[in-house]
Nanobody
Framework: QVQLVESGGGLVQPGGSLRLSCAAS????????MAWYRQAPGKEREMVATISIMVKDSTNYANSVKGRFTISRDNDKTVYLQMNSLKSEDTAVYYCNSQDLNRSYWGQGTQVTVSS
């Protein structure tokens, strides 16, 4: 059973930065794709950023975060989401996701609140 554990969330002022981490229970090179999603209160879960482990680390971002967020990985078991220039509308629970050939896995989420 794969486990994904997110960390790094918290309260930050508008314009501030946070870095989220997602620690997997096995090597990220066993997955095809790693991603970050988020879900704000009363809204559906949405994709924030993806990184294709199998396709030369190609990345994809939601239009709302392009130029502000960066997804990256280490060479072991961790994926990151660097979030800069945060806005109030970025407030949400952020979830880590991984996909291999068989299924998709989810973490428990970490709360990010952007407020003055």
């Amino acid at each position: 059973q794969v486990q994904l554990v997110e960390s790094g969330g918290g309260l930050v002022q508008p314009g501030g930065s946070l870095r989220l981490s997602c620690a997997a229970s096995r090597s990220i090179f066993s997955f095809n794709t790693m991603a970050w999603y988020r879900q704000a209160p009363g809204k559906e879960r949405e994709m924030v950023a993806t990184i294709s482990i199998m396709v030369k680390d190609s990345t994809n971002y939601a239009n709302s975060v392009k130029g502000r967020f960066t997804i990256s990985r280490d060479n072991d078991k961790t994926v990151y989401l660097q979030m800069n220039s945060l806005k109030s509308e970025d407030t949400a629970v952020y979830y880590c996701n991984s996909q291999d050939l068989n299924r998709s896995y989810w973490g428990q989420g970490t709360q990010v609140t952007v407020s003055s």
